[in-house]
């Protein structure tokens, strides 16, 4: 056998190999990490509490500020943004997320009122979900 042949046989018995590793990497590179993943559903829960918080903000306000419709709106601010810190510390593409939903909860806990943390609200929304 030539050399040149040689070569073309030790060539076409790596290429298998070669194509496998490829693949391999390629794949490796396309699943997510489990961190991640983790994120993703801690920014799912989050939104999900956010969507409980619009729909209970879309009822009409009572004047009462110790009514009930208040306590359960903070406690779905208070959950959305303990899951959106979750996700911030899995995965920090999160992080815009988690500090504007902290920053309406500080602002209704500082204020009082809803009316200066809707519009943070709804940007973490607009920003995720």
Known sequence: MTSRRQLILRLSLSLPLLLASTLSLAACSSTPSKATVAARGFAKSSCASL?????QLARPRPSDPTDPYYRIAEQYL???TNRAADAAQQDHGYQEFA??????????????????????IQQARKEKC
């Open 51 to 55: 969507q409980q918080l619009t729909d």
């Open 78 to 80: 208070d959950t959305a």
């Open 99 to 120: 500090d504007t939903l902290h920053r309406a909860a500080v602002t209704w806990q500082v204020t009082f009122t809803l009316d200066k943390a809707e519009p943070l």
